[in-house]
């Protein structure tokens, strides 16, 4: 649901879970054939995990990093990891590349230069659920365009302050 002033999109397990079935039948519907899925962690786990099982492609973790102050809320330096993790050989081929979303397009802009300078993928082509429209980077597959380029409130983040003893209490009778 997003706020009536446009600056926070609050979003469900439920439109989580179909938004992303949305990302798998837009690249089905493209036509677009690929032989691996990339995903970047952590917020393109969850998509490129649904879109490997549908497709049934070998999915592979790229571990990527840009927001660290205020509980995740400002853009800090980026990092991206050296190693990319896959089940079996190496990133190779046709790749789709997931994330959640597109928010400033720094991330997913500096990741798809580095995996174009690798000679063994052969195409590469990026997928995520939501685009901002401040976005300096569109990736060929999205759900949702934001225009307002809100605050995504996704549903997960209600562990992103939650530690063992509050889930133990929560469990406690």
């Known amino acids: 649901m ?12 439920d439109e989580y879970h179909l938004l992303t079935e949305r990302l798998a039948l837009k690249v089905h519907a ?15 786990v969850r998509p490129g995990d649904v879109l490997s099982r549908v497709f049934d492609k070998p999915l592979g973790i ?8 205020e509980a995740g809320t400002i853009q800090g330096r980026l990092d991206i990891a050296k190693y990319i993790t896959m089940p079996k050989g190496e990133l190779a ?23 174009r300078g690798m000679p063994a993928v052969k195409e590469l082509r ?17 759900v949702e365009m934001l225009e307002t380029s809100p605050w995504i409130h996704q549903p997960f ?5 939650m530690r063992p003893d509050a889930l133990a209490k929560k469990f406690s009778v």
């Open 2 to 13: 997003l706020t009536d002033d446009g600056k926070h999109l609050y979003v469900s397990w």
């Open 30 to 44: 493209s036509g677009w054939e690929f032989d691996q899925i990339l995903c970047l962690a952590r917020g393109g």
């Open 62 to 69: 790229m571990s990527t990093s840009s927001y660290r102050a």
């Open 93 to 115: 081929g046709r790749v789709l590349l997931v994330d959640d979303l597109a928010d400033s397009g720094v991330t997913l802009k500096a990741v798809v230069e580095r995996l």
């Open 126 to 142: 990026s997928a995520v659920i939501w685009t901002k429209s401040v976005s300096t980077y569109t990736p060929d597959y999205y």
């Open 157 to 161: 983040e209600i562990y992103d302050d």
